[in-house]
């Protein structure tokens, strides 16, 4: 039998640079329809998350401690990659949605 780790371990809060390039899309457009647009993006990302952000790792459990923390290491990798990949989504979804919003003003 298997045992299930909850990956990622930990989700940390914090402020990034993806926080400041969505500010500075919004910041020429009026504060109510920015915050239209915010929970837009807000949606959009919702969507997604669970496949980003939400995934379990099973290790055997009579593996060597060397090939968890292999599998772990790999697992790590592509949660990374994951993230990076959300983070690029989100900031073409910014820009969409400040484009569309243009067009229709």
Request: aromatic share 8%.
């Amino acid at each position: 039998m298997s045992e299930i780790i909850q990956f990622p371990v930990s989700n940390k809060q914090q402020k990034s640079d993806l926080d400041a390039f969505i500010d500075d899309a919004l910041k020429t457009i009026p504060r109510q329809d920015r915050e239209k647009l915010r929970f837009e993006l807000i949606k959009t990302i919702d969507s997604y998350d669970s496949f980003f952000s939400e995934w379990s790792l099973s290790l055997p459990a009579d593996s060597s401690e060397t090939l968890r923390k292999q599998i772990y290491d790999i697992a790590h990798q592509k949660h990374n990659r994951k993230i990076r990949m959300l983070k690029d989504i989100m900031r073409l979804t910014i820009k969409v949605l400040v484009a569309e919003y243009r067009l229709r003003k």
